[in-house]
């Protein structure tokens, strides 16, 4: 008999910030059956990763405000964001791109910051950048948090003796030049560095190549990408982007020894040249951004597909190292800086594509939301020395328990919000602590569900709820959206159900 399992949902509508949700009228039901005779594959902690690339505000004040700042910080890193990013434990960050990353020099960003020298960041807004944040804040960065580093290589417009350097660099504890100048730089012990990108969307900004020649790219590339043996460093191959799987066809086919394939996909309301907007919206663009957040299960699935043909035994990971929601961005921010609101439906997005990567656990290895500060889907929000948690944050607070956790299958039975949409979305595991834990997604904004399990036993948890679809905290009221506990559980013909408000 099951004794206790954490309920989490993403829900939304009438409740106030801090209340408990009341028991709604019911007027649709859900059958929900989890079979935990079958565990699948561990789901790995890295699908939860972050993206922090040299883009607006999200190094700069996001992360970064130097020593000298008014605003609090530990060596020149903002205290109120290390502290919300070592309360979710981030696993990964992945750095400096993105675009920036394919015309970065990372000999820009070592040495005195004083001389270092100061260049246009042509993709995000034309703005001078410093390089006053490069390798060492950021390798410190990420032992700061407690994250593996990600660091994506320039394949675009250096050369791989440039890129084996670098590696040197922050891996070696050797007598090297390199490794003897980043002690110089104030740094005695090499960095651990997990993930070395092979480049970056190289079908698009990393160079505009052919998938045939970005597979001859990648083995030329990852050659020369060498670190210690007994530091484990994976290698991630830059893959394809949303319907084309040319270059995940073409890289697992010619493109050498790798241990990870990226995807990167994007979520809009409506299509890329006119995306909508952030807050604001209708309810039928609640439903297609949560259709075309869906997709994603597709892409994955028929981008796993391709890697089976090449690679039955599944040594090679996916990695999802950039997806997120991207609307226009907000009204009077700098252009090309990419800064939006995130909302209740964004917190439905990462919900739905969270349950997407935990159920294709045996091939998605990792995943980066597009981003972590003041960029796109940002977890967290800042202004000077204000600072807010997004709905996405939350998200990302309450999956924590999935970490390492053993999924189970979950079949539901029910009804449809919209075409392609389920009006419930469901995600179950054991976790570590050897509890059951179920993610529930309610996607219909104006109607409740009664949701009737297989299961015996109790449950509690956490739900996150808010007033309206586009409910969202702001500095002047942070606590709009954020979990309360959940005690709407009870029993119908012996089985553990809930009711779930719309």
């Keep these: 008999m099951i004794r206790k399992i954490l309920w989490l949902a993403l829900l939304a509508m009438a409740v106030p910030a801090g209340a408990q949700a009341p028991a709604p009228d019911v007027i649709a039901v859900v059958h929900v059956a989890i079979d935990t005779s079958k565990p699948g594959v561990e789901i790995s902690r890295h699908i939860y990763g972050q993206f922090a690339e040299h883009l607006g505000r999200g190094i700069y004040e996001g992360i970064w405000v130097g020593e000298n700042s008014k605003i609090p910080n530990t060596h020149g890193y903002r205290k109120d964001v290390v502290a919300a990013l070592k309360a979710i434990h981030v696993p990964n960050v992945r750095w400096p791109g993105g675009c920036f990353g394919d015309l970065y020099d990372w000999r820009d960003g070592i040495g005195p910051r004083a001389k270092r020298p100061v260049r246009v960041n042509v993709h995000w807004g034309g703005v001078t950048e410093d390089n006053s944040f490069g390798t060492h804040e950021f390798m410190n960065f990420s032992e700061l948090i407690g994250a593996d580093a990600y660091v994506s290589l320039n394949v675009g417009s250096l050369t791989p003796y440039d890129s084996a350097q ?19 730089n104030g740094r005695a012990k090499p960095w651990n560095l997990h993930f070395v990108g092979i480049g970056n969307e190289t079908w698009g900004c990393g160079g505009n190549m052919r998938s045939e020649y970005a597979a001859d790219i990648n083995r030329r590339y990852a050659t020369f990408a060498g670190t210690p043996r007994e530091m484990g460093s994976l290698k991630i191959a830059s893959g394809s982007h949303d319907d084309n799987y040319d270059f995940a066809e073409a890289m697992m086919r010619d493109g050498g020894k790798f241990d990870g394939l990226s995807v990167h996909y994007y979520t809009v309301p409506r299509v890329f040249r006119d ?7 209708p309810e039928s663009e609640w439903a297609s951004t949560l259709a075309h957040a869906l997709h994603i299960d597709e892409i994955v699935s028929k981008t796993a597909a391709i890697m089976d043909k090449y690679d039955p035994a599944k040594k090679i990971g996916l990695y999802v190292d950039e997806w997120g929601t991207w609307y226009d961005q907000e009204a009077g ?94 995600s179950a595991a054991r976790g570590k602590d050897g509890k059951l834990y179920l993610a529930m997604v309610n996607t219909d904004p104006s109607h409740a569900v009664q949701v009737i399990t297989n299961l015996t036993g109790t449950a509690h948890g956490r739900v996150l709820t808010a007033f309206a679809m586009d409910a969202h905290n702001s500095f002047d009221a942070p606590n709009m959206v954020r979990p309360i506990p959940f005690k709407n559980s009870n029993t119908a013909d012996g089985k553990l159900a809930f009711d779930m408000p719309a």
Excluded at 166 to 181: C, G, H
Excluded at 275 to 281: I, L, Q
């Design 275 to 281: 995306k909508g907007p952030a807050t604001g919206f």
């Design 166 to 184: 670098w590696l040197e660099y922050m891996t070696s504890d050797s007598k090297s030049s390199l490794a003897n100048e980043r002690r110089r």
């Design 333 to 426: 921010s700098h252009p090309g800086f990419l800064y939006q609101q995130s909302s209740l439906r964004d917190a439905e997005v990462a919900a739905l594509s969270l349950n997407i990567f935990q159920r294709h656990s045996d091939r998605v290895k990792g995943a980066n939301i597009a981003q972590m500060i003041n960029v796109l889907q940002a977890m967290i929000l800042t202004d000077k020395e204000k600072m807010v948690l997004t709905p996405t944050y939350h998200v990302f607070d309450m999956y924590q328990v999935f970490m390492g956790a053993v999924p189970y299958s979950a079949k539901v039975d029910g009804k449809t919000y919209r075409e392609g949409v389920p009006m419930l979305d469901v």
